[in-house]
């Protein structure tokens, strides 16, 4: 069984992995409250509780959150009081970095990978680096986890040498598998069925720009995807209005639309699945769209493009949205499909904000789960 992880401080120098666990608890108490002081103290050098380019609200923490869970493999591991503090972490990484430059010394991650990458990879090797770490890649794009070795042995022999493991894999049963399997911390950088730490990022950008999400109106436009079902469940916890808009046939899983509806029950969120762009664009704060043929459907790309014609995110449509929207896109963008050119590269767009915070965000979250 893992131990509940949180804001944690450096690693004793040469620590094993498989021993960690017992250490790693021990220091959570100190390390939550050095987190909880660099958050404050950071929050204390802005004006009104922001700086100058943030508007997420910065209080002093009066008290922290129940730790997550030892892994993040569908978000729903962090309630909405966990996710807040790991912003409040993710603003003070982002503010004050040479703070954190040593908090994972002699801490290694390994990154598993079944699908190409280039901002979760980078993000996450370059955010385990800043903070003392290091990083091993492991490239499986051409031969798949579970192929050449049981994955419950990946797992076991990994837990022996590294401290967290970051798995991009094409089908969600494979990072649960690795997670039951392994004693170290398992974070989800995309599956077939959820993509956390996108959806972690994209609604700490949202936060920055507006100063609050509770309330947000974010219309999704396009394929009811992992990207898509990692709204829905963190916007829902999140208190944000979703509208998501597909063709017939496209929407969300019913079983992920369920659970978000019921945590935005929870959190005066609201969650509605539509098929018209315009219904759900109208009046919209954020417009977020995404590939209309995720990778591992790229056979069914020419079908595709035919049904989601009308799905394309561009000038007119955000013209319907509020007068402030901004637009969003995981990337990377099939310029021309979901999005036209001229919206990609507008002002209107913050594609480039969102693709920067993924590496504070993940900061953040390497520092709560594997401190």
Request: charge should be neutral; proline fraction near 5%.
């Amino acid at each position: 069984m893992k131990t509940p992880l949180n804001f944690a401080g450096p690693a004793a120098p040469g620590a094993m992995p498989g021993a960690a666990s017992t250490a790693m608890a021990s220091r959570a108490a100190a390390s939550r409250a050095a987190a909880s002081r660099a958050a404050a103290s950071s929050a204390a050098e802005w004006s009104g509780g922001r700086d100058a380019t943030s508007k997420i609200r910065t209080p002093a923490l009066a008290g922290p959150a129940a730790p997550p869970a030892g892994d993040l493999l569908t978000g729903g591991e962090f309630s909405a009081a966990q996710i807040s503090e790991l912003f409040q972490l993710a603003l003070a990484v982002k503010r004050h970095a040479p703070r954190f430059r040593s908090a994972l010394a002699g801490r290694f991650l390994a990154l598993i990978f079944e699908k190409p990458s280039l901002r979760t990879r980078v993000t996450f090797e370059v955010g385990m680096q800043s903070l003392g770490g290091g990083a091993v890649f492991l490239d499986h794009t051409a031969t798949r986890l579970g192929a050449r070795e049981a994955v419950g042995d990946v797992a076991r022999s990994l837990e022996c040498w590294v401290h967290g493991l970051v798995v991009r894999t094409f089908e969600q049963a494979v990072v649960e598998e690795l997670a039951q399997s392994a004693s170290i911390p398992v974070i989800n950088a995309l599956s077939d069925r959820y993509h956390p730490c996108q959806a972690f990022g994209d609604f700490f950008t949202l936060e920055e720009r507006f100063g609050g999400l509770r309330g947000l109106k974010l219309a999704y436009v396009g394929d009811g995807n992992n990207v898509c079902h990692s709204l829905m469940l963190t916007g829902a916890r999140l208190g944000v209005h979703l509208r998501v808009a597909t063709p017939a046939g496209y929407a969300p899983d019913a079983a992920v639309a369920a659970e978000a509806r019921q945590a935005a029950k929870e959190n005066r969120g609201r969650v509605e699945i539509l098929t018209s762009p315009e219904e759900a664009v109208a009046g919209a704060q954020a417009v977020y769209t995404d590939v209309w043929a995720s990778m591992g459907r790229e056979e069914e790309a020419a079908q595709r493009q035919q049904i989601f014609a009308g799905y394309q995110v561009n000038d007119r449509l955000l013209d319907a949205a509020a007068p402030d929207a901004v637009f969003l896109h995981c990337l990377p963008a099939h310029r021309g499909m979901e999005v036209s050119s001229a919206l990609l590269d507008s002002p209107r767009s913050i594609v480039y904000h969102q693709a920067e915070n993924r590496l504070h965000v993940q900061k953040a979250l390497l520092l709560t789960l594997l401190g």
